[in-house]
Each structure stands twice: as C-alpha cells, then as structure tokens.
C-alpha cells in the first residue's frame, strides 16, 4: 500500500458514503484504499486515491444534508448553487481532460461546465452525486 505524505488532505461528507465511494471511482477514476463501514453499514473512514493524491470521506452524522439535499430544502443555499463556479470544491489534475469530461458525462455526472481552455490548462466543473463541487484540469 502506498504512503501518502500530502501536507493537506480534503475530508469530504457523503450522506451515503459507500455509495459516494463506488460512484467516486467509477465515474471520477478514483481508486479505492479504505472503506470502514459501522455495524449499520454507515461510512465512519473512506479513503480515495488519484494518482498520489487522498481524499478522506465519511458520514458524519445521520442529521447531516449534502450539499444537493441541503439545497433543495434551503432557498439560500439554492441560490448559492445557481452558479456554475466551484463556491467550494476540490481541483484534480488530469492527463487527458477531453478524455475525463466525456467519461463524466457517459457516467451522468452533474456537468457544470463544457471544456474552457486557457490560462493555467484545460478544465471542466461537475458536481458529484450529493452536489459537491468539482474542477478536473489537465495543465498547459
């Protein structure tokens, strides 16, 4: 098993994270490392890799909404959601992003935006299946 040394490792929130976990790597690419589940089958530690990059996932609490579930029952947070930038989220980089985006997309992944190129490499924004937010780029 790899070590990863990352001096910042992104913890993200699933209402269901097993099924956050399986759409994460099949739709995103993301490989699984740990799936530490209680004895109701709740996610307490997951742990996601990409390349040498480690995301950390879990459900914290049965009380706690996606971002998705959040917005469809507060009309500020839905407001907050009608724009198409990431408001938080997470930036992975990618070899071929014209490969990843139609991958994505094939999957039904939320796209948020096509292809934009420019600046520091091409890049799209999705949201996940609970609304997390995120931008997949390939560098310049």
Known sequence: ???????????????????????LCKVFGFSERTRM??????????????????IMLATPT?????PKHHRSTCI???KWNESPYIINGLLVYVD????????????????????????PG???SVEDLEGQRWMFMQKS
């Open 1 to 23: 098993m790899a070590e990863f040394h990352n001096q910042i490792i992104p913890m993200l929130s699933y209402e269901h994270g097993p099924a956050a976990m399986d759409w």
């Open 62 to 66: 049965p009380d706690y909404q996606s």
């Open 76 to 78: 500020q947070a839905a």
């Open 122 to 124: 091409s890049r799209y």
């Open 37 to 54: 589940l209680n004895d109701k089958g709740v996610l307490e530690h997951g742990e996601l890799v990409f390349g040498d990059g480690l």
């Open 96 to 119: 071929d992003v014209q490969q990843h985006f139609e991958h994505s997309k094939s999957a039904g992944a939320n796209l948020l935006s096509d292809i934009e190129i420019g600046g």
